[in-house]
T-cell receptor, first 111, second 114 residues
Framework: DQQVKQNSPSLSVQEGRISILNCDYT??????FLWYKKYPAEGPTFLIS?????DKNEDGRFTVFLNKSAKHLSLHIVPSQPGDSAVYFC??????????FGKGTHLIIQP | EADIYQTPRYLVIGTGKKITLECSQT?????MYWYQQDPGMELHLIHY???????EKGDLSSESTVSRIRTEHFPLTLESARPSHTSQYLC?????????????FGPGTRLTVT
């Protein structure tokens, strides 16, 4: 049973607009959440994270929002740039070591 | 900049061969991990280590084995490769007791077993 779900396999956004990537989780033990970006034939690169004691964390163009009651988090990228085209993975941690990943969302930024 | 390396980057090998995927990091991290990812799917944790001489199995059952004789080195071995082992293998490391749970990933090894 998938504990971290990214229900949109792909998302297409126009350059300069806001990209919103969503992630849902089911395990109440998760207390830390991360977003990774992955290009083909490369390993994931850490983007931004958020602790369960916060509801928002911002780093430049990237903002992550956490709604604990809904077990939902989202990554906002604004403005979207062509270099943002990649697969974005939501990951969660709580208790055991290792991260639990979603299946990823392929973000395509259209010029 | 994360300094974690994996070799080979790509490997095509026949069924029944023994293979070792190398992973090294120069950050002095105690914790290291191996993940397996099939195309379009999530990364699954298959092995992790808290430090030298520590190895644990992850959430996804795997026929591979790992060793941790040195802090910087965490190789993964398949004694007899099979087509079902075809996948991408990603190594990662993280600090112990740091303020975040960020894991740094290597570039991965794409394994094809024919």
């Amino acid at each position: 049973d998938q504990q971290v779900k990214q229900n949109s396999p792909s998302l297409s956004v126009q350059e300069g607009r806001i990209s919103i990537l969503n992630c849902d989780y089911t395990n109440s033990m998760f207390d830390y959440f991360l977003w990774y970006k992955k290009y083909p034939a490369e390993g994931p690169t850490f983007l931004i994270s958020i602790s369960s004691i916060k509801d928002k964390n911002e780093d430049g163009r990237f903002t992550v929002f956490l709604n604990k009651s809904a077990k939902h988090l989202s990554l906002h990228i604004v403005p979207s740039q062509p270099g943002d085209s990649a697969v974005y993975f939501c990951a969660a941690m709580g208790g055991a070591d290792g991260l639990t990943f979603g299946k990823g969302t392929h973000l395509i930024i259209q010029p | 900049e994360a300094d974690i390396y994996q070799t080979p980057r790509y490997l095509v090998i026949g069924t029944g061969k023994k293979i070792t995927l190398e992973c090294s990091q120069t950050m002095g991290h105690d914790k290291m991990y191996w993940y397996q990812q099939d195309p379009g799917m999530e990364l699954h944790l298959i092995h992790y280590s808290y430090g030298v001489n520590s190895t644990e199995k992850g959430d996804l059952s795997s026929e591979s084995t790992v060793s941790r004789i040195r802090t910087e080195h965490f190789p993964l071995t398949l004694e007899s490769a099979r087509p079902s082992h075809t996948s991408q293998y990603l190594c990662a490391s993280s600090e112990t007791g740091g303020p975040t749970y960020e894991q740094y990933f290597g570039p991965g090894t794409r394994l094809t077993v024919t």
